[in-house]
């Protein structure tokens, strides 16, 4: 039996939001000429995403009407200002006067029919009648719930404001700051969609802002929670990564990280369309291989680009002209950009952000995370970052890029611990470990996963060096080098005696 054909969204004119990243969670903007609520607590952007809303149509030669309850024309005005807008060429129309509000007044603003509406709301009619505007936001819905009274009038205000504004073919924002009692959900059942802004208010660093969309009718869109950032000139919103939208064809190979004995012990060096995750303790030289490998990638031609949450660009290029690793003159070109990053203001949308900017503009093939401890401080919740690193690292596996993922142990000796468990969604392991002989703290290095090309399965001696890493001969004389404690039995030359072979 065939199965019925699905049925087809029809097209729908849409209003842009003036937001990009908005518009492309809503799949193209808000469908004209019908009602959405806005909500969210006080601070949490309603009102400037209202008047990026009203100036995206006056961009596009549309007429906006900006109707107050809850602040004045001048606050509104001085809001834009901090933006570096003009409100030029909006019309402001203030609902309710400082008389309006008086003790004294207490009618309802509207009545529950079009026919017994007040003079105030004759007044915002005739407004409407003579601008005609295509776009309109009302701020706020509290100050009508207020002003109401009983929940039945406030109920039949917004039906009839409603069927009002449709009448004249308007695109409604109606803001409300949801001072009504928690689960009162009777606007989201007259908005045609429900646009909900909320933000994580932690004890130290920015507020992480997000928002959903609740409801949308007749439209596909994205749903979940999509980080935005409220700043100087509005909202950037970050739509949240789906990686099965981004599928590519590409060549899987392996490229050299710079060192031959590494690359061994690797299988053959870092697999392009997978990621390597350097764990180890503090100071065990997790970033100087990064940057080594990072080096290489950069002489074959490569473009990169190297995330940094733990230190400041000034220390990493030290310790690189310190070994003589060779990135400065690739900064300065544009092939390589490093960013420093403050995991107190970055939200993980943002970050991936950037990232998708690196690999789909600068058409990056190696990126690198350092570290993953940090990048955990700027999550609301460790399950979170799970979710969120499981798509950013699908998404990057699947555009071809050679991802490196740096994550640091608690602790310099012993087995250590991490703040979470990365080892599942890693493609391959590189471990990194001190470990005591002959009176002196040494390094070494192994590799313990590898899902896509077969690897070493030995234990070397590591140590970094004028040029970067060196990787010496297998500690086959030695018991105990994970665990930190080694004990030795044997002749075999170590990196320090001068007598052994380095492979660079």
């Given at each position: 039996?065939?199965?019925?054909?699905?049925?087809?969204?029809?097209?729908?004119?849409?209003?842009?939001?003036?937001?990009?990243?908005?518009?492309?969670?809503?799949?193209?903007?808000?469908?004209?000429?019908?009602?959405?609520?806005?909500?969210?607590?006080?601070?949490?952007?309603?009102?400037?995403?209202?008047?990026?809303?009203?100036?995206?149509?006056?961009?596009?030669?549309?007429?906006?009407?900006?109707?107050?309850?809850?602040?004045?024309?001048?606050?509104?005005?001085?809001?834009?200002?901090?933006?570096?807008?003009?409100?030029?060429?909006?019309?402001?129309?203030?609902?309710?006067?400082?008389?309006?509000?008086?003790?004294?007044?207490?009618?309802?603003?509207?009545?529950?029919?079009?026919?017994?509406?007040?003079?105030?709301?004759?007044?915002?009619?005739?407004?409407?009648?003579r601008i005609k505007p295509q776009r309109v936001v009302f701020d706020s819905l509290s100050e009508m719930r207020l002003l109401a009274q009983d929940p039945l009038r406030y109920r039949r205000q917004i039906l009839a404001l409603k069927h009002f504004f449709v009448?004249?073919?308007?695109?409604?924002?109606?803001?409300?700051?949801?001072?009504?009692?928690?689960?009162?959900?009777?606007?989201?059942?007259?908005?045609?969609?429900?646009?909900?802004?909320?933000?994580?208010?932690?004890e130290y660093g920015e507020n992480k802002r997000f928002l959903r969309v609740v409801k949308l009718r007749g439209v596909k869109f994205r749903g979940g929670e999509h980080d935005f950032r409220l700043d100087t000139g509005g909202i950037e919103l970050f739509p949240?990564?789906?990686?099965?939208?981004?599928?590519?064809?590409?060549?899987?190979?392996?490229?050299?990280?710079?060192?031959?004995?590494?690359?061994?012990?690797?299988?053959?060096?870092?697999?392009?369309?997978?990621?390597?995750?350097?764990?180890?303790?503090?100071?065990?030289?997790?970033?100087?291989?990064?940057?080594?490998?990072?080096?290489?990638?950069?002489?074959?031609?490569?473009?990169?680009?190297?995330?940094?949450?733990?230190?400041?660009?000034?220390?990493?290029?030290?310790?690189?002209?310190?070994?003589?690793?060779?990135?400065?003159?690739?900064?300065?070109?544009?092939?390589?950009?490093?960013?420093?990053?403050?995991?107190?203001?970055?939200?993980?949308?943002?970050?991936?952000?950037?990232v998708r900017h690196a690999v789909e503009v600068r058409r990056a093939t190696m990126v690198g995370v350092d570290s993953l401890n940090a990048y955990l401080q700027a999550m609301p919740g460790g399950k979170f970052l799970m979710l969120q690193m499981h798509e950013?690292?699908?998404?990057?596996?699947?555009?071809?890029?050679?991802?490196?993922?740096?994550?640091?142990?608690?602790?310099?000796?012993?087995?250590?611990?991490?703040?979470?468990?990365?080892?599942?969604?890693?493609?391959?392991?590189?471990?990194?470990?001190?470990?005591?002989?002959?009176?002196?703290?040494?390094?070494?290095?192994?590799?313990?996963?590898?899902?896509?090309?077969?690897?070493?399965?030995?234990?070397?001696?590591?140590?970094?060096?004028?040029?970067?890493?060196?990787?010496?001969?297998?500690?086959?004389?030695?018991?105990?080098?994970?665990?930190?404690?080694?004990?030795?039995?044997?002749?075999?030359?170590?990196?320090?005696?001068?007598?052994?072979?380095?492979?660079?």
């Open positions: 039996m065939t199965p019925p054909e699905t049925a087809r969204i029809p097209d729908q004119a849409r209003a842009s939001t003036g937001i990009e990243g908005l518009d492309h969670v809503l799949g193209g903007g808000l469908p004209t000429h019908h009602l959405y609520l806005v909500e969210g607590q006080p601070g949490a952007g309603k009102t400037t995403l209202g008047i990026q809303f009203l100036l995206e149509g006056v961009k596009r030669g549309e007429t906006g009407l900006y109707v107050t309850l809850s602040e004045t024309g001048d606050e509104l005005r001085t809001v834009a200002a901090s933006h570096g807008w003009s409100l030029e060429g909006l019309t402001i129309f203030e609902l309710v006067t400082i008389d309006g509000l008086g003790p004294d007044a207490e009618q309802s603003i509207l009545h529950p029919s079009e026919v017994e509406l007040g003079e105030t709301t004759r007044g915002v009619m005739a407004e409407v009648e009448r004249f073919k308007c695109t409604v924002l109606m803001l409300d700051d949801m001072s009504t009692k928690a689960g009162d959900l009777q606007l989201h059942s007259i908005a045609h969609g429900v646009l909900s802004l909320d933000q994580v208010v932690g949240r990564l789906v990686a099965a939208e981004h599928r590519s064809s590409f060549e899987q190979i392996a490229a050299s990280t710079g060192n031959r004995a590494l690359d061994d012990i690797l299988g053959g060096g870092l697999n392009y369309g997978s990621n390597t995750l350097f764990v180890g303790p503090s100071g065990v030289g997790k970033t100087t291989t990064a940057m080594t490998c990072i080096a290489a990638a950069l002489a074959r031609g490569e473009q990169c680009s190297y995330y940094l949450f733990d230190e400041g660009l000034a220390t990493l290029l030290a310790r690189c002209r310190s070994l003589d690793i060779p990135i400065e003159r690739y900064l300065s070109s544009g092939q390589l950009e490093i960013i420093a990053l403050d995991p107190a203001a970055m939200s993980p949308g943002e970050f991936v952000s950037l950013l690292l699908t998404y990057l596996n699947q555009q071809g890029v050679a991802t490196i993922l740096v994550l640091g142990q608690h602790g310099l000796f012993g087995e250590g611990r991490t703040d979470l468990d990365m080892s599942y969604l890693s493609d391959a392991i590189l471990l990194f470990r001190f470990f005591e002989a002959r009176g002196s703290l040494l390094k070494a290095v192994s590799v313990v996963k590898s899902r896509t090309q077969a690897h070493e399965l030995t234990i070397r001696e590591f140590r970094l060096g004028k040029g970067g890493v060196e990787v010496g001969q297998a500690l086959t004389d030695f018991v105990g080098v994970l665990k930190g404690v080694a004990s030795y039995a044997g002749s075999q030359a170590l990196l320090g005696d001068g007598s052994d072979i380095v492979t660079k």
